[in-house]
């Protein structure tokens, strides 16, 4: 593309920050100077002291370019302006935080003359916990074939790498975002400033999720095959919870295709991919129903 800028938006999150570690990597590869990376972080409602800090101090220690644009203003009067009661915690108020934050992203670029990189992962992707048109959306997403054990596992061993290059205070960063809850930050705290929203109290864990992803794309087992696989690999799980996620799963996997095919450009990385440019081909109107019955059907 001949493009020398990119933007892209800091959560102090797990996805975030490997999308930014990635891009920084790719920057100095090129020899271009990581100053022309602009990383953003845009704290609303549910933003936590926690997340933001370890942001904050991420940029700093990685040299990009920062820049701060809180969105609550911005999003109160978007609320304003469609009739939504701030107080009504729906996913219009989640999903309007996130699409404002693509939209500050999207005109930034343009600004710069970049691109946006885009966070998401491969998880989300495939059980469609990402916001339509929100962080859903960038010019390049570099996560989206990654999902998201491997994203904590990388994350984990750019600390490693960075203990053992002396700088121990990336180190400490970067592990503490590894041992953040996974969360969109989208609902305030509890009262005591800590993340209230958390993902896998609401989809399942992300080990099971990605353990039924692999097993039906990799080797297209079926569902009994994949829950004989699960309760072997995590005894720890009651049975009975594994087949609840995996009614999670397929429910959101099939009516969540709509989000899949508009994906942004992105990198395959291992075996498995969910672009419609690459090896994912799957109507947006298929049925789990099959797939749904077998589970219902499964003896635990």
Known sequence: MGCRQAVIGISGGLDSTLALLVTVRAFRLLGL??????????????????TKSNADE???????????????????QHFADIGQDESVHDITYENGQARERTQILMDLANKVNGIVIGTGDLSELALGWCTYNGDHMSMYAVNASVPKTLVRYLVESEALSARKAGNIELERVLLDICDTPVSPELLPPDKDGNIAQKTEEVLGSYDLHDFFLYHMLRYHESPEKICELARLAFPQIKPEKIKASMQTFY?????????????????KVGSICLSPRGDWRMPSDASARLWLQQVEELQV
């Open 33 to 50: 100077p990581v100053s022309g990376i602009t990383a953003v972080t845009m704290p609303g409602f549910g933003t936590t002291k926690r």
């Open 58 to 76: 991420l940029m700093e220690l990685l040299g990009v370019t920062r820049m701060e644009v809180p969105i609550a203003a911005s999003v109160l």
């Open 251 to 267: 429910r959101r996997f099939f009516t969540q295709q709509f989000k899949r095919s508009c994906l942004p450009d992105g990198p």
